[in-house]
């Protein structure tokens, strides 16, 4: 009986030292960016896109310091929706803008992404609202850089398209 729990218990260890998983600050993968920016503008704000890398130590700061926090603000929690783009996700599928389906990676080519993190703020026809803040930049003012995006793309939202 010892043993056969022994067997378990250390199949179940080893299981979880194996599972792939997610990194720690990682925030939900995009899936359907013409859906999910039409979400957020129903919700009257922009989606929020980060750029970035397994690799990115700044990725990861910036994602815990300030997106984390960011969707759990009561400010902003039912006004933006946050997605993360892999930039080297080449096997993750997901529909682009247009609704094409595309991958992690060749959106950020597309979007002409180099460096990352960039964060991003768009609209529901896959236009940029705001600036995109690229790098992690400082820190005393990051919060400050998100909520002016913010701010400006909720303004551009509310604005009348221009007309052709």
Not at 1 to 28: E, Q, S, V
Request: net charge positive; glycine share 8%.
């Amino acid at each position: 009986m010892i043993r056969r729990w022994a067997g378990l218990l250390g199949g179940l260890i080893l299981a979880c030292l194996t599972a792939p998983t997610l990194g720690a600050t990682d925030l939900p993968a995009a899936v359907d960016l013409r859906g999910e920016a039409s979400q957020a503008n129903r919700a009257g704000g922009p989606l929020i896109v980060i750029y970035s890398r397994k690799d990115c130590k700044y990725c990861e700061a910036v994602k815990r310091d300030y997106l984390k926090p960011l969707a759990t603000n009561p400010r902003y929690q039912d006004r933006i929706l946050i997605r993360q783009i892999n930039q080297d996700g080449d096997e993750q599928a997901l529909t682009d803008f247009k609704g094409l389906a595309s991958t992690h990676a060749r959106v950020a080519t597309a979007e002409k992404v180099k460096l990352v993190p960039v964060v991003a703020f768009y609209g529901p026809d896959g236009r940029q609202l705001a600036e995109p803040i690229v790098g992690a930049r400082l820190p005393d003012f990051y919060p400050s850089y998100l909520e002016t995006a913010i701010e400006q793309s909720t303004a551009a939202l509310k604005a009348k398209p221009p007309a052709h």
